[in-house]
């Protein structure tokens, strides 16, 4: 038996039927862009998350700087946000000429709010928590942190699509937020896709032209934009798919019981809070001989992943912000320990229950 850490293959095996049928109805048609699935995919997305409005765009790294371009943060800015995550999180904020800031983060791998407060300067123009894994970060205490200072949140939301916490739900916090629709992610296209939301009328308007050239309408352009859309094939597709959504994520915090309930004594599994749902988009334990316990799995026919080996403030590209080793401790800590396991939605409880022994195995040798 094999435990692969994704499986594509079976995905496509089960909604065969709707994703032909998606893909063989705008062909028909045509509307290749800006078309039919996309403005109904908006209204679905939109509703799922609660809030006024979502915008599709290209990739979730372009929905991160067509937000921050929107309030028109550039050179000069600074803008503060989590060393351990996609590279996206501060790419988008170095690419567009501000500065990226890193907090350090608590057990639960997220923006610590404890420290937030410290890293504000006269420059700091916007506030992006990452919910890294699927699980939010703590939102009600870093939104009151920056209603006190009048800074805006985007929320890098893009592993956390149906995630909340403390009743707010992931990309309705903020002023607006960020979703990548990757196909590694919960809620997944067959290419890049992603979207941003937001309950602001004037950034729904705003984020509407940026990412599609700056036109007001077909012959008029109002300012210098992109071209950042969501291709139809990829809304038709995702439509079915964020109808099952819940399904989903439902089978994954199935998987992640299961593994803390045989788990939690031997390696430090999440654990979630009362006042949050976690959706597991990776599941991490932190443990002690990662890398043996890695190769381990591996001899065992079991895939893991680490998420990410290097945090970002110590990779190569950022080293002209000046960060060393030392300067987010928890960050750096948790570097060496974490491990993802397999939680798909297409596991089944005796592949789960092979990881479950085999690390226990491991443990006792
Ligand atoms: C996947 C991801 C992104 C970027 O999404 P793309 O669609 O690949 O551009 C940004 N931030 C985080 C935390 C991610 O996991």
Redesign the pocket.
């Known amino acids: 038996m094999k435990v692969p850490y994704v499986n594509f293959p079976q995905q496509f095996k089960e909604a065969r039927e709707q994703t032909l049928t998606a893909f063989t109805a705008v062909m028909e048609r045509g509307d290749f862009i800006q078309g039919r699935e996309v403005a109904e995919f908006e209204g679905e997305f939109a509703k799922f998350c609660g809030v006024k409005h979502a915008i599709g765009v290209a ?6 700087i067509l937000c921050m371009r929107a309030v028109g943060i550039g050179p000069g800015d600074e803008v503060i946000t989590t060393s351990n ?2 590279i ?2 501060a790419s988008s904020i170095a690419l567009i000429g501000a500065r990226p800031v890193f907090v350090d983060v608590s057990a639960d791998q997220n923006m610590n709010p404890a420290l937030l407060e410290r890293a504000l300067t006269k420059k700091t123009k916007c506030i992006m928590p ?1 919910h ?1 894994t699927g699980r939010a970060a703590r939102m009600p205490e870093i939104l009151a942190i920056a209603a006190r200072h009048h800074i805006p949140v985007l929320e ?1 939301a ?2 956390a699509i149906g995630a909340s916490v403390g009743g707010i739900k992931a990309g309705a916090g903020g002023l607006f937020s ?1 979703f ?3 196909p ?2 919960n809620l997944n296209a067959t290419g ?3 979207v941003i939301t937001t309950n602001d009328d004037e950034m729904n308007t705003k984020l509407r032209m940026l990412r599609n050239h700056g036109m007001r309408n077909r012959d008029e352009i109002d300012f210098w934009g992109y071209n950042s859309r969501l291709d139809t094939v990829q809304a038709a597709i995702l439509l079915p798919r964020l109808r099952q959504l819940p399904e989903i994520i439902s089978k994954r915090r199935t998987n992640a019981k299961r593994y803390v309930a045989a788990l939690a004594d031997i390696v430090e599994c999440p654990v979630e809070r009362d006042d949050e749902f976690h959706t597991y988009h990776v599941f991490v334990v932190q443990c002690d001989r990662r890398d043996e316990l890695q190769a381990f799995l591996l001899q065992r026919g079991i895939e893991t992943k680490i998420h990410y080996p290097i945090p970002i403030h110590l990779q190569k590209a950022a080293s002209g912000l000046g960060y060393r080793l030392g300067d987010l401790p928890v960050t750096e800590r948790q570097m060496k320990r974490i491990l993802s396991l397999p939680v798909h939605q297409f596991l089944s409880a005796q592949q789960v229950d092979l990881v479950v022994d085999s690390i226990r195995e491991f443990y006792k040798t």
Request: no cysteine.
């Open positions: 990739n979730g790294t372009d929905s991160l995550s996609w996206s999180s990452v890294l890098d893009a592993q960020s990548s629709l990757h590694l992610k890049d896709a992603g």
